[in-house]
C-alpha cells in the first residue's frame, strides 16, 4: 500500500525538480536569446522598456509586459539628394524656422500632430523659391511634443522630400 502512494509522490518530486532548470530562453512570438564570454542578450519584439529584472545565485527572471503596437507616429520617409528641409530652433517658443535648399521651385506642406496623432495644425501648401526660411508659428499650441510632417514637392508636383520632426514647444 504504501509503494502507491510513494509512486506518485517521488514522480512528482522528479518532475518539478525538471521543471525548475530552465536554460535562458525568450517567450515571445518574436525574439531571440545569445550568449557570449559571460555575457547574454536577449531580444523580443514589442518589449517596452518597463522592465524589472530579478537574480538570485544562477537564476535570472526578466519581466516586463509587450504590446501589440508601439503607439508611435510614424510617417514613411521619403529622401532626395537635390533637397533639404530643417526645422529650428528646437526646443522652441512656438516660433519654429523651415529652412528649406531645393534645386528647383518647390511647395511644401506641414501637418503637426499631438503625440497621440492627432492633426493640431495644418497649412496650406506654401510655394517657395529655390531656398529660403519660412515662420512656422505654432504659438497658439500649448507647451508639449508635436510631430511635424513636413513634405517637399517639386515643380511637377511629385513628393521629394516626406520626413517627420519631433518638436518641443515651451512657452
Avoid at 537564476?59 to 503607439?71: S, W
Amino acid at each position: 500500500m504504501k509503494n502507491i502512494f510513494l509512486w506518485p509522490v517521488l514522480l512528482a518530486i522528479t518532475h518539478a525538480t525538471c521543471a525548475q532548470s530552465l536554460s535562458p530562453s525568450v517567450v515571445s512570438p518574436g525574439g531571440s536569446f545569445s550568449s557570449n564570454g559571460g555575457y547574454s542578450l536577449s531580444q523580443t519584439t514589442g518589449e517596452s522598456s518597463m522592465v524589472e529584472t530579478f537574480t538570485s545565485g544562477s537564476a535570472i527572471l526578466t519581466q516586463g509586459f509587450q504590446q501589440a503596437e508601439d503607439g508611435f507616429v510614424r510617417v514613411p520617409e521619403i529622401m532626395n539628394s537635390g533637397y533639404s528641409i530643417e526645422v529650428f530652433p528646437n526646443p522652441g517658443n512656438g516660433h519654429f524656422y523651415l529652412e528649406i535648399k531645393a534645386s528647383h521651385t518647390t511647395k511644401v506642406s506641414v501637418r503637426v500632430m499631438d503625440i497621440i496623432g492627432q492633426p493640431v495644425w495644418t497649412n496650406p501648401i506654401l510655394s517657395v523659391g529655390v531656398a529660403g526660411r519660412h515662420l512656422l508659428d505654432l504659438s497658439a499650441l500649448s507647451n508639449g511634443v508635436y510631430m511635424a510632417q513636413l513634405s517637399v514637392f517639386d515643380e511637377s508636383g511629385k513628393e521629394v522630400i516626406r520626413k517627420t520632426e519631433r518638436l518641443q514647444l515651451v512657452h
